[in-house]
């Protein structure tokens, strides 16, 4: 069993930047991706970025140019990078490790199905 620990989330006007940070109590061996999540309120889980084991990254549009999601293979940890924040990144963060298959595609890692989650960590950008 992998548990995932997020951390990092806050209350920030709009503008600001935080960084959150999803440590893995294992080490990530090859063949895996890990992805950012966020739901708001009312509304579906939606991806916001990935990153897979080579590296590759996607965001969803609407987070491209300030968001930027790295890990840090040593410590076991990916961290999502957000800046520029709007009242409409609000939401709880999540994230997720998959072992490689279709959903850590190109097409189909925005789907919310993943071998193992984090608890979440709330962010609040006000306007």
Not at 4 to 25: H, T
Not at 62 to 89: C, E, W
Request: aromatic letters at 12%.
């Amino acid at each position: 069993q992998v548990q995932l620990v997020e951390s990092g989330g806050g209350s920030v006007q709009a503008g600001g930047s935080l960084r959150l940070s999803c440590a893995a109590s294992i080490y990530l061996h090859s063949d895996h991706c890990m992805r950012w999540f966020r739901q708001a309120p009312g509304q579906e889980r939606e991806g916001v970025a990935i990153i897979d084991s080579d590296g590759t990254t996607r965001y969803v549009d609407s987070v491209k140019g300030r968001f930027t999601i790295s890990k840090d293979n040593a410590k076991n940890t990916t961290y999502l990078q957000m800046r520029s924040l709007k009242p409409d990144d609000t939401g709880v963060y999540y994230c997720a490790l998959t072992w490689s298959g279709i959903y850590c595609s190109a097409d189909y890692w925005p789907v919310p199905v993943g071998d193992f989650w984090g608890q979440g960590t709330q962010v609040t950008v006000s306007s």
